[in-house]
């Protein structure tokens, strides 16, 4: 009996661990045969002729992915330094000065979240259009940046409150100005975890598609905004491969994020 309990065990485990490997990597194999199907149709399960004709047209110099992928990139770069300009100065204050109401200027940097994404990013598009910004780089940057202060704030707060007070005090007591103190000790210190929240930032921008639908089309186009037109036009050779390109820059900055945020930056967020 004891026998046959840790068999079924072990079998449970096993359909489980399969389940879970399915989920995971089954979109991912799906994408992979579409980006190398050059023909696929009913009933045929698996893809009749296989090539790299729509790898060569997505990487063409002529084609609009890689242009798409360096206007991608670009916002993405700009969100990020709108972000930490304003998330450091932020954090830092939310993390070291007794505030009055924290933990609602917390909630606040969570608002952006809160609410149906596409009513506000309607009314978003309006005022723009109004003042004459709508379908610039500089509108989606804002976008791209009010959405990420979610992660940057909130990571960048947990990094300085994890940077131990009296590094700071020891460095005011021989003669360092505050300002000083901050760029030499503090900031090197919370460093890790603010590059952590510059990548999420990164990777959240690179993503986007709703608000730059709303606020960029049709002068800006960015990847995201390539795979949805592809798959929209049925083209989903096209659509694949531009969702692999866009996977692998979030693959190796998750790998990366994990050399920088550390178990006592994350025990400090939210608190």
């Known amino acids: ?3 046959l309990a ?3 065990r072990a079998t449970l485990a096993a359909a489980l661990l399969a389940a879970f490997a399915f989920v995971l990597i089954g979109p991912l194999a799906n994408l992979a045969l579409w980006s190398v199907a ?6 045929f399960k698996l893809p009749v002729t296989y090539g790299t004709r729509y790898w060569e047209q997505v990487f063409r110099p002529t084609g609009d992915a890689m242009a ?3 206007t991608s990139v670009w916002i993405a770069v700009l969100t990020v330094v709108v972000a930490l300009a304003l998330s450091i100065p932020a954090g830092y204050a939310l993390a070291r000065l007794k505030l009055p109401m924290r933990a609602l200027f917390m909630v606040m940097f969570l608002l952006p979240q809160a609410f149906p994404s596409v009513a506000i990013y309607i009314n978003v598009a309006r005022v723009f259009y109004q003042i004459g910004i709508n ?3 500089f509108a989606v940057v804002l976008v791209h940046a009010a959405h990420g202060l979610v992660y940057s704030v909130w990571i960048a707060a947990a990094a300085f409150a994890a940077v131990d007070k009296d590094l700071e005090l020891a460095a005011r007591n021989i003669g360092a100005s505050p300002l000083r103190a901050f760029f030499t000790v503090t900031l090197p210190l919370a460093a890790p975890g603010i590059i952590a929240s510059g990548i999420f930032v990164f990777l959240e921008s690179l993503d986007e598609f709703t608000g730059t639908f709303f606020v960029g089309v049709p002068q800006v186009t960015t990847l ?4 949805y037109n592809a798959a929209m036009g049925g083209n989903y050779q096209v659509a694949s491969i531009t969702a692999l390109i866009l996977l692998v820059p979030s693959v190796l900055f998750m790998l990366f994020i994990e050399r920088f945020l550390r178990a006592d930056v994350l025990a400090k967020v939210g608190a």
């Open 1 to 3: 009996m004891i026998r």
């Open 6 to 8: 840790s068999a079924a």
């Open 38 to 43: 050059e023909r696929w149709y009913t009933p």
């Open 68 to 70: 798409s992928l360096g």
């Open 135 to 137: 379908g610039t780089v």
């Open 224 to 227: 995201p905004l390539l795979l």
